[in-house]
């Protein structure tokens, strides 16, 4: 008799409900559902209520760089809540089958403010140059006064070369020319008057080679040819290094090397100086140093080019030509001149803004031009690293609209000065399929920063 009772007061309790369901009037049931049913129901009104729109906040302009907001949900109205219980009761299975979003297709969705720097090697020593080379295997080379490393694909594993390094020196340089040819440099500047040296290796950083030239920096443009920067002239080699030119109508007086970079061709260089007081210069050549001309940028009235480095060489693309041209920094900011021109534009000044009063310093450029439709990149993209007044690092940044719009690249890197930024391309890192890995020398190892696709830019 009490089970019959019992399942009469069920039966009832089960009808009460569903005339409370399709009223929808709010109404309560006294009988208790059962756990499970609670349960279920609440987790599948919280899987199927529609998503709020996330709201774009990582961009930035140039003069008041911030971390990129995390979104909120705005919660649902009463009637939306029974609606969407209402639903649940009725079909409970309808979405419980959806998958889970895998950790790759998760970050993918991340704003890229919001992404995580990674230590991955070489805490403790002050790396101030950093050079890769995506035809072998991302071959990764890192420099520092302390001496100087290898490593490839993952990053996380650095091995200690034997190449000789000063120890007291200001500044250390590297260049690789193939999987075998490679040079290192370090040096305190030419006003100093400091010891400095320069190592070659040709069997892939197995064993090195002390070279008898004084190059301050050296850039390779492939596995026979490559510049060195001197405090006087720019000079050549043309067998690995084995043996050095010096390249007449290259020779200045009175100024510091400060930038080298090379045409992939060999066939154009291009040399920033800078003077004692920070006064630039830049001179170029289009026939492999047979001949040279200046191509200081000019400014309005007395203003005269100041610090001048971190020059960075690109080629256009088919269809872009446009984009060929090389970018160099300054005191006075980013600058670009166009291939075969002597017209540089100043695409942004790096003047006093909201965060910074004094201005800020760029420490570091690179720019990415394997734009493709899946990464959804407009053109170039430029990232640089930027430090105040002091050398304190104010974080990495990228604009994809020309200098126009900047958004702040990933959180967590610290306040070490960054010296170099180097990008693994698309499908050759380990981290993850189809990732692009940012690679960040710093006064404190070397970092990086995993890019999943799509790439979202989304400038102003």
Known sequence: MSQRIAQTKAGNAAMALVICLLVVT????TPAAPPELAATATVEATTTSPPVPPVATDTVEVSTPTVGATDTALPPTPSDTATAAATETIAPTDTAAQPAPSPT?????????????????????????????????????????????????????????????????????????????????????????????????????????????????????????????????????????????????????????????????????????????????????TDGGQSWSDVTPKLAGADMLQGPGNLVYVTGSVGRPMDGGVYMTSAQGLWFLPLETTDWKLIQAAGPGKELQSGYLITALYIDTTYTEAYNKPGPVIYEARSDQGGASLGVFRSGDNGAGWQRVGKGLGTGRISTLTLAPQGMSANAVNVETLLAATADGVWSLAMPPPFHYSGQ
């Open 26 to 29: 709010g109404c309560t049931v």
């Open 105 to 285: 297709e998760a970050a993918a969705t991340t704003p890229v403010a919001d992404l995580q720097w990674k230590q991955v090697g070489l805490a403790g020593n002050d790396i101030t140059g950093l050079a890769l080379f995506p035809q072998g295997n991302n071959l990764a080379l890192a420099v520092g006064p302390k001496g100087a490393w290898q490593s490839s694909s993952d990053y996380m594993q650095w091995n200690k070369l034997t190449a000789e390094m000063e120890p007291n020196s200001r500044v250390a340089g590297a260049t690789i020319g193939s999987t075998e040819v490679m040079y290192v440099t370090s040096q305190m500047g030419c006003a100093s008057g400091g010891p400095s040296s320069r190592s070659r290796s040709t069997d892939g950083g197995k064993t090195w080679q002390k070279m008898n030239n004084s190059a301050m920096v050296i850039a390779a443009a492939n596995v026979t040819t490559a510049y060195g920067l001197t405090c006087s002239a720019v000079i050549k080699t043309t067998d690995s290094g084995a043996t050095w030119a010096s390249l007449p109508g290259s020779t200045i007086t009175n100024f510091d090397p400060q930038a080298l970079v090379v045409s992939p061709d060999g066939n154009s260089i291009y040399v920033a100086y800078a003077s004692e007081g920070g006064t630039g210069q830049v001179m170029r050549s």
